[in-house]
T-cell receptor
């Protein structure tokens, strides 16, 4: 139990569907992150939030839309995804953006049909 | 280009044997973090190294960071099946937002 909970654990969706991934942290951290993990590739940082404000966006396609309503919750809204978007999406949190280590959730395994 | 190289990519060892995993950067690191991941699950934080020459141990796992802060090794003594998984190194390259760059991981299998 890392204190970071992601739901759902698995998601299968068509390319025209709209769905959302949810992340919740119970650690009192101020920074939250979305990562993408594809087979045989390093973890790719997608978004960074600090106190609900987005501070980093690593050239992620607009079909991925993050939302951070408060410092404990982070969402990733998905719309019109492509087959190459199938991956494990990991959420992480840390005390602040310059504080390590990051604590990870178990991820959402996303499959695009 | 890949900024953080891990080797080997995969490793199969007999239970009870020692093993070492390496993580190398072409740039000086501000911090090096080792994580373990079981298939389809999240990353579990193992150890953090921030000073050149630093060495840390937890149970049978020892991690070291060289003096130049460009290379780290993770050593497991007397491996057990519970050590099996994917080991990832993550590095703080000094970016303004504390971003971590990760290696591709080393898949460890321990044969009983």
């Amino acid at each position: 139990e890392t204190g970071v909970t992601q739901t759902p654990r698995h998601l299968v969706m068509g390319m025209t569907n709209k769905k959302s991934l949810k992340c919740e942290q119970h650690l009192g951290h101020n920074a939250m992150y979305w990562y993408k993990q594809s087979a045989k590739k390093p973890l790719e940082l997608m978004f960074v939030y600090s106190l609900e404000e987005r501070v980093e966006n690593n050239s992620v396609p607009s079909r991925f839309s993050p939302e951070c309503p408060n410092s404990s919750h982070l969402f990733l809204h998905l719309h019109t995804l492509q087959p190459e978007d199938s991956a494990l999406y990991l959420c992480a949190s840390s005390q602040d953006v310059r504080t390590q280590p990051q604590h990870f959730g178990d991820g959402t395994r996303l499959s695009i049909l | 280009s890949q900024e953080l190289e891990q080797s080997p990519q995969s490793l199969i060892v007999q239970e009870g044997k020692n093993l070492t995993i390496n993580c190398t950067s072409s740039k000086t690191l501000y911090g090096l973090y080792w994580y373990k991941q079981k298939y389809g699950e999240g990353l579990i934080f193992l150890m953090m190294l921030q000073k050149g020459g630093e060495e840390k141990s937890h149970e049978k796992i020892t991690a070291k960071l060289d003096e130049k802060k460009q290379q780290s090794s993770l050593h497991i003594t007397a491996s057990q099946p519970s050590h099996a998984g994917i080991y990832l190194c993550g590095a703080d390259m000094g970016g303004s937002q504390g971003n971590l760059i990760f290696g591709k991981g080393t898949k460890l299998s321990v044969k009983p």
